[in-house]
């Protein structure tokens, strides 16, 4: 009786997990449906609540807006736009910043969270896994007078949480691991494991 209702756990939890996690996703992006007048809005109109209207206008306006800004008078929209948000001191720190990361990260621009780290944290006898975000300032390397780099190291299982470090290049060593086999590793504590190349490395940075 209870290898059968393990059994039927294992079935159930992922797939429970799996669609509640969806149905976070789409009742956030539903959240766009505010944006319409409330006399033409689908619940109004209906009477009744259709979960992924707000999902699909959603898609629409990032696919209309994508449109828009790839001609000319759409790129000078955007830096018109841009121009008023540079004018607010704290607004212009935390847009550009997070532009940045966007580009970088969305768009495949540039080397950040491109390569997948072992680094020693979160003391010197333990290696945690973490993406190499860059490389330092001018300023920070004549500081330290060493080679170093920029690493984002998550926690577990929430990965969008973490540590920003500065490390010694010397003392990380690259996985040959993608950055979603990397997460699936973090997100799972370890449960899903990188391939045996990755797990040969992993033994030789424990034997070290």
Do not use: C
């Not at 629409?60 to 004018?87: D, P």
């Not at 170093?148 to 996985?175: C, H, Y």
Request: charged content about 20%.
């Amino acid at each position: 009786m209870k290898k059968y209702f393990i059994t039927g756990l294992l079935i159930w939890i992922p797939l429970a997990i799996t669609v509640w996690v969806l149905s976070l996703i789409v009742r956030t992006m539903d959240q766009s449906l505010l944006l319409l007048p409330t006399a033409i809005r689908p619940e109004t109109l209906l009477g009744i609540y259709i979960p992924g209207i707000g999902a699909l206008l959603t898609i629409l306006i990032v696919l209309v807006t994508g449109l828009v800004t790839t001609n000319i008078v759409g790129q000078r929209l955007v830096r018109y736009w841009e121009g008023i948000l540079s004018r607010i001191p704290v607004v212009k720190s935390i847009y550009y910043s997070v532009k940045q990361i966007s580009d970088t990260v969305i768009s495949g621009n540039g080397d950040a969270f491109r390569q997948v780290l072992l680094v020693r944290y979160p003391h010197p006898e333990a290696w945690s896994v973490a993406f190499q975000t860059g490389v330092p300032a001018e300023e920070v390397s004549k500081s330290s007078g060493e080679e170093l780099v920029s690493v984002f190291i998550p926690t577990a299982p929430s990965p969008v949480n973490g540590f920003f470090f500065f490390v010694r290049k010397q003392d990380t060593i690259e996985l040959d691991m993608s950055v979603d086999d990397a997460l699936k590793y973090i997100v799972s504590m370890g449960v899903v494991g990188p391939e045996a190349h990755d797990r040969r490395l992993l033994e030789r940075a424990q034997n070290e």
